[in-house]
């Protein structure tokens, strides 16, 4: 890695001033802050796995420059060169952190509305990566079960086991495709909006692409990383419904949040599980109750999906509790 930083810092001409390692996410990228003078400002180096060619990199930063040329608050970028971008440094005090020691309403508040300048500036059509589609949610609903169910939790399971599950695969995967469709930044939570001079940043928006128009707004209010207090999900659910311009959306909001929300929430768990059990990132664990618990509670106000809450209970219950 060393050889590979000293070519990049060379290309990027970062000769003066130092690297500081900072937390990653569960991806394989690196960040480091690079500091400059004393008092001056820094930046954000963004090192992408070697192997993975430019197309990352092309990724980033044609997102970036679509969600910046519409008005969003994302870094700006600096320089890039192969596998590498230097990026604006936004500081380090995720949402995650911030509703622990400040009022979460405003924040989320904040959050919510910049969903829908998203939607409402950013065409679906003008997204880089392929749409979300049912194949794509079918994936994601299947790495659960390979790296959750079978992985972390080590069932070994029948086939008619798996078919069961897949029954209610089936359908997470194909009924939010009904719903309107918008620009989703694809991992809007706590952990990708930072707090920098009183206004939320976004980070990691490099794989947005059009998808169900509920998809950003459940990663913000069903997020594993933190807990909400009593009334701020159901407020920002009207706040962005009162904010949709131009949205002809006729069906059942709730059964459409909900079930974009059970797809949505197992595919975190089969995040949360892979990165423990294959990757050694066994504090990732920690997030399995939550994910698990609150689609364990969606679940009962749906009877067709009473099989699928009996099994998420039995994991639940394996599970330390908090």
């Not at 003066?16 to 008092?39: N, Y």
């Not at 918008?182 to 947005?208: A, E, K, T, W, Y």
């Not at 950003?216 to 419904?241: C, H, I, N, Q, T």
């Not at 797809?263 to 664990?285: P, V």
Request: proline share 7%.
């Amino acid at each position: 890695m060393e050889k590979r930083l000293s070519k990049i810092r060379s290309a990027l001409a970062l000769s003066a001033g130092g690297l500081v390692p900072l937390a990653g996410d569960a991806s394989q990228r690196r960040f480091f802050r690079v500091t400059g003078p004393a008092d001056g400002p820094s930046a954000v180096l963004v090192v992408f796995p070697e192997g993975t060619g430019d197309e990352e990199v092309i990724r980033y930063t044609g997102t970036g420059h679509l969600l910046r040329e519409a008005g969003l608050p994302v870094p700006g970028i600096y320089r890039r060169t192969r596998g590498a971008l230097l990026v604006e440094d936004c500081g380090d005090e995720l949402l995650q952190e911030a509703v622990r020691t400040r009022a979460p309403f405003p924040l989320y508040r904040e959050a919510a509305d910049l969903i829908g300048e998203m939607q409402n500036r950013v065409p679906a059509s003008a997204a880089l990566n392929p749409p979300f589609d049912e194949e794509k949610f079918l994936r994601e609903l299947e790495f659960f079960l390979t790296h959750t169910v079978s992985g972390f939790f080590g069932e070994k399971l029948t086939a008619a086991e798996q078919g069961e599950w897949r029954k209610s695969f089936s359908v997470l995967a194909r009924e939010p495709l009904s719903q309107p469709r918008g620009f989703c930044h694809r991992d809007f939570h706590s952990r990708n909006l930072l707090l920098r001079d009183g206004q939320l940043r976004i980070i990691d928006f490099q794989d947005g692409r059009a998808g169900p128009w509920t998809y950003d707004l459940v990663s913000l209010l069903e997020d594993p990383y933190v807990s909400l207090p009593p009334g701020l999900p159901e407020e920002m659910k009207a706040r962005f419904l009162a904010g949709r311009r131009g949205v002809d959306f006729s069906g059942d909001f709730r059964r459409g949040y909900d079930m974009m929300a059970l797809q949505r929430l197992l595919k975190a768990a089969g995040t949360f599980g892979f990165q423990a059990e294959k990757m050694g990132k066994h504090h990732y664990a920690a997030y399995l109750p939550a994910a698990l618990g609150r689609a364990a509670a969606i679940t009962s106000a749906y009877p067709e999906f009473e099989s699928l809450g009996e099994q998420l209970a039995k994991y639940l219950r394996r599970l330390p509790r908090a």
